[in-house]
């Protein structure tokens, strides 16, 4: 299973659900076309960086520039060969499959129930997204918490739900 494009696939649900791209997000000053914005420009960048170049971004409205985004990353993100190259992560030795699967699929999901929010119809997340999203945090250790990446926790009941948990550990309120 390609988790970066089950994610992203999800993703896609919630842009095309999306009608109000100037409603404020969970992200502090971020509406939902930024939402958009960033996980295009941080794609785009990862990719670009290791030499998989995208052509030029995409312009129009948010849902737009995401569609015509998705169709230029699908062959790089199915192509195995690309999948399987490796290079020095900030976190290790790794892949573009698993960075794709695990950092850019995670960034999707979260997102994505960002972008919910925004036009008020949060996702909810499957088992499988949040056994992935409590693996990739033991992997980001304290860098979780680095500028850009998360907020500081946020309080919630000790009787939360595990998704109203997961969201405070990323500083987002439920």
């Known amino acids: ?54 052509g030029e971004r995409p312009t129009g409205t948010p849902d737009v520039v995401w569609l015509h985004h998705l169709d230029a990353v699908r062959p790089i993100a199915t192509d195995e060969d690309v999948r399987a190259r490796e290079y020095d992560g900030f976190f290790g030795r790794t892949t573009i499959g698993a960075t794709l699967d695990h950092f850019y699929g995670f960034d999707l999901v979260v997102h994505g129930w960002d972008l919910g929010s925004a036009g008020g119809r949060p996702t909810t997340f499957t088992d499988a997204d949040m056994d992935a999203m409590e693996q990739a945090f033991v992997g980001f250790g304290d860098h979780a918490y680095d500028e850009g990446v998360f907020k500081q926790p946020v309080d919630v009941p000790d009787d939360a739900d595990r998704q109203t948990k997961l969201l405070a550990r990323m500083g987002r309120r439920s």
């Open 1 to 54: 299973m390609n988790l970066y494009l089950d994610a992203a696939d999800r993703f896609t649900s919630t842009v095309t659900a999306t009608t109000d791209w100037s409603a404020a997000s969970p992200c502090q000053g971020w509406t939902a076309a930024d939402v958009v914005d960033h996980v295009v420009d941080t794609e785009r960048q990862f990719l670009e960086t290791h030499g998989l170049g995208l």
